[in-house]
């Protein structure tokens, strides 16, 4: 069974940071480019980064440039998120996602076809 599996989230002040895991099972995530997606009560599912298959090439948008690191472990089957200088904008749940066309490096939910079940950050004092 193919399968996203997110963990790291949870309860953080502004200004700290997390490391966010998405681990794949059941296939491998070599050929697939990554996205990080985020929605937060009330509003769309924001892309806050991605990542091409080769690692060679990443995107992030304004909002969180900077801030956020996306990053994979083809041997560990793995994509990170690494995020600092949390702001409680940042709150929401986060999703990872597996793109087959693996040099397409979007930010947009429409071209990824795999999906986990997310994680929630919430980033409050």
């Known amino acids: 069974q193919l399968q996203l599996v997110e963990s790291g989230g949870g309860l953080v002040q502004p200004g700290g940071s997390l490391r966010l895991s998405c681990a794949a099972s059941g296939f491998t995530l070599d050929y697939y480019a990554i996205g990080w997606f985020r929605q937060a009560p009330g509003k769309e599912r924001e892309g806050v980064s991605c990542i091409s298959s080769s690692g060679g090439r990443t995107n992030y948008p304004d909002s969180v440039k900077g801030r956020f690191t996306i990053s994979r472990d083809n041997a560990r089957n793995t994509v990170y998120l690494q995020m600092t200088s949390l702001k409680p904008e940042d709150t929401g749940h986060y999703y990872c996602?597996?793109?087959?066309?693996?040099?397409?490096?979007?930010?947009?939910?429409?071209?990824?076809?795999?999906w986990g079940q997310g994680t929630q950050v919430t980033v409050s004092s």
């Open positions: 996602a597996a793109n087959l066309v693996g040099l397409e490096c979007s930010l947009r939910p429409s071209p990824y076809r795999y």
